[in-house]
C-alpha cells in the first residue's frame, strides 16, 4: 500500500526480492501488487517475471486493487478503479503466456506497441496467482471464475463464512471442484506461553495497529463508485467497524480476527476456524505494530515447533 500508516510497503516485490535471496525453497507470496492505480502495469509483468526466475519458480503473484486513498493520492479517479484493475490483470496475464511472438495493446486504460517481455516467468505457464480482497461481490466472482485462490484479510470469521460460501458457488458454476484448495484466510497469529503473557506482549501493537494505523474515514477507503452499491454494503456489514471504530482485544479474538493465546489455544481456535472456513491456506500475520524482532522471532519459533505440527494435516469436507 502507498501513503499509509499501517502497510509502509510501497514495492512489495523490493521486499520478494531480500526473501528471494535469503531462502531456498520455501514459497514467496505477494499479496499483493496494487496494479489497478499503477501507470505502467508491464513494469509489474517483468519484476515478478525477474523474481520467479531468479528464485527458480517460487513466486506467488497476487494482484490487488488498493484502497481508494491511494487512487487519489495518484490522480486516477477510483471509479475507474476495477477496470484498470482488470485491464491491468489482462495485459500482465498475456505478456507472460503469449506465445506468438511481440503484440500490440490498445484498451481503455493502457496502450503498448510490441510488446515482448523478457525473461518470461520461470513456472509456465505462469506464477500461480492469488485474489486477496475485502469481500466485494464482483471479486468473489472475478477469483471463482479464473481458478485463482482468494484470500481475506482481517475479515471477522463468520462474514468470511458466508463469503467463501458464495466462492465455492460460483466455483462449481464454472466448472472447478476444488474451492476449498483456492481458500486462503490471513489473520493475526500470536503465541507466548499464557493466554495472559500473549496478551500482555501483542495487545499494545494490536491496539496500535487496529485503532491508530488501520482506521480510516469511510471516503478514504471506499470513495464514491470505487464498487458497486450492493457490494459496498456487504463490505460495510462485514468490516466496517473494523476500518472505522476502535476494537477491544476481546472483540479482535471473538471476531477471528486475532488468535492470541497460548499454544492450546491458538490451535483450538484454529481449529475451530479451519472447521468453520474449510480454507486451505492460512497466511498468518506474525508482527504488527512495534512488537519486537525478539517477540516476533520467538513466536515464529512456536508457530513452527508447536502450532503447524498439530494443524498442518487437517483436511477441508
Known sequence: HH?????????PNIIA??????????????LGNAIGYRADPLRVAEEIAMLDNISGGRIISGFIRGIGAEY????????????????AHDLIVKAWTHEGGPFNWEG???????????PRPFQRPMPEIWAPSTGSGETVEWSAARGYTFAQVFNPMESSAAIFDEFREHSRRYGYTDAN??????PLVYVADTDAQAEDEMWPHMDMYFNELFRNPIHRLFPVNYMTESSFDRVMAARG?????????????????????????????????HDRLGFEHLVAVIHMGGLTEQKTKANIRRLATEVWPRIRNRTSA
Open 241 to 273: 467497524d473494523l476500518a472505522t471504530k476502535k476494537r477491544t482485544f476481546r472483540q479482535l479474538i471473538e471476531e477471528r480476527v486475532a488468535f492470541v493465546g497460548s499454544v492450546d489455544t491458538v490451535v483450538g481456535m484454529l481449529e475451530e476456524a
Open 108 to 118: 481503455e486504460y493502457f496502450n503498448y506497441q510490441m510488446v515482448n517481455i523478457w
Open 17 to 30: 526480492a531480500n526473501l528471494v535471496a535469503r531462502t531456498k525453497s520455501t514459497k514467496v507470496a505477494i
Open 181 to 186: 484448495r483456492r481458500l486462503a484466510w490471513n
Open 72 to 87: 487519489h493520492s495518484r490522480s486516477v479517479n477510483p471509479a475507474d478503479s476495477r477496470g484498470r484493475f482488470q485491464e
Open 3 to 11: 501513503r499509509t500508516a499501517y502497510s509502509k510497503m510501497p514495492s
